[in-house]
């Protein structure tokens, strides 16, 4: 987002000193205004526009003085409506609204919830790190208690089990993956340029975390299917925009018409295929070195079409 616009709305709240002087809303909402008329006649442009202007304003205004639950609702109605008045449905941007709104509500903490959140998180390192140079059965409470410089009673105020450590460290990895490509993929428009970095990111985060993910596929044959299944539910949900840019996609001839679900399903366990093949190697090369490989397959597939194989000697067979 324009570094002027987040400057424009963090100053309009920052300058509203008590709550009854509501100028803040209309101010903000004169900014979203200005920034639709700018636009294209498109749906999809302009409703990513208005949710990342509300996110950021919603964010300014939670974080100020002047925040009430009175407030916020005068905002998002403010803005649902001048949304609807430039010929953005208030039907398409509700849900995304709504996940909005509960992503900010998980992150406002006190400092208690964020010590206990600390002590969680050495708990969790210790553990990743006892699996990954001992295994899963080798390991114990005692051990991950001591490389965490912990008392085991705290331990288990923490995790009744070491089977609930273990569970609480693949729920954590996925959700820390979410969290990274949500960040790094929201800025982005071209669905191709999504996809691609989504499988880039996908090879590099195993890459980087081989040595937990060699030990919970040994424990847990279901892994793969696991994280691929909330990855990508988790994904869609965190780029709301997405099912609109692969519509879009799709209208302007870039896209076949198709279930995008089952695609990003079949994208992703092409690519566990191609990690566990990579695992059993010996994962001693950069699984990113498959990433031509990977591109060309899932972008156009690996057969040459019968009126073009008389004409190509392009075809090679890699070992």
Same mark, same amino acid.
């Given at each position: 987002?324009?570094?002027?616009?987040?400057?424009?709305?963090? *100053?309009?709240?920052s300058n509203t000193r008590a709550h009854r002087d509501t100028f803040a809303i209309p101010e903000i909402i004169k900014i979203l205004e200005t920034q639709l008329?700018?636009?294209?006649?498109?749906?999809?442009?302009?409703?990513?526009?208005?949710?990342? &202007?509300?996110?950021?304003?919603?964010?300014?205004?939670?974080?100020?003085?002047?925040?009430s639950d009175t407030?916020?609702?005068?905002?998002?109605?403010?803005? &649902?409506?001048?949304?609807?008045a430039n010929g953005v449905?208030?039907?398409?941007?509700?849900?995304?609204?709504?996940?909005?709104?509960?992503?900010?509500s998980s =992150?406002?903490?006190? *400092?208690?919830?964020?010590?206990?959140? +600390?002590?969680?998180?050495?708990?969790?390192?210790?553990? !990743?790190?006892?699996?990954?140079?001992?295994?899963?059965?080798a390991s114990t409470i005692d051990s991950i208690a001591d490389r965490a410089d912990i008392a085991k009673g705290t331990v288990y105020r923490y995790?009744?089990?070491?089977?609930?450590? #273990?569970?609480?460290?693949? =729920?954590?990895?996925?959700?820390? #993956?979410?969290?990274?490509?949500?960040?790094?993929?929201?800025?982005?428009? +071209?669905?191709?340029? &999504?996809?691609?970095?989504?499988?880039?990111?996908?090879?590099?985060f195993f890459e980087q975390n081989s040595s937990f993910f060699k030990v919970i596929i040994q424990e847990h044959k279901d892994f793969g299917r696991e994280f691929s299944e909330k990855f990508i539910q988790e994904l869609i949900?965190?780029?709301?925009? !997405?099912?609109?840019?692969?519509?879009?996609?799709?209208?302007?001839?870039?896209?076949?018409?198709?279930?995008?679900?089952?695609? #990003?399903?079949g994208i992703i366990g092409f690519l566990n295929g191609v990690i566990q093949k990579w695992l059993s190697e010996g994962?001693?090369? *950069? !699984?990113?070195?498959?990433i031509d490989t990977v591109r060309e397959v899932l972008f156009y597939g690996f057969a040459i079409p019968p009126d073009q194989a008389a004409n190509t000697n392009l075809l090679k067979v890699i070992s």
């Open positions: 987002m324009d570094v002027s616009m987040e400057h424009a709305v963090n *100053s309009i709240v008329h700018a636009l294209p006649n498109d749906e999809a442009t302009r409703s990513d526009t208005i949710l990342d &202007i509300v996110d950021l304003a919603a964010r300014a205004l939670i974080a100020s003085p002047i925040y407030l916020m609702r005068e905002f998002y109605r403010s803005a &649902i409506d001048i949304a609807e449905p208030r039907e398409l941007i509700l849900e995304d609204l709504l996940f909005q709104s509960l992503r900010r =992150e406002g903490e006190t *400092s208690k919830r964020k010590k206990q959140k +600390d002590v969680r998180r050495r708990i969790l390192r210790a553990a !990743l790190t006892e699996f990954s140079d001992k295994g899963f059965h995790f009744k089990t070491k089977e609930s450590i #273990f569970t609480a460290l693949k =729920e954590d990895t996925m959700s820390e #993956f979410v969290e990274l490509a949500r960040k790094d993929l929201s800025v982005q428009d +071209d669905v191709l340029t &999504i996809i691609e970095s989504v499988i880039k990111m996908y090879l590099s949900l965190a780029l709301p925009g !997405l099912k609109r840019r692969c519509w879009k996609a799709s209208r302007s001839g870039r896209l076949k018409q198709m279930n995008y679900f089952t695609v #990003f399903y994962a001693e090369r *950069s !699984l990113l070195d498959e």
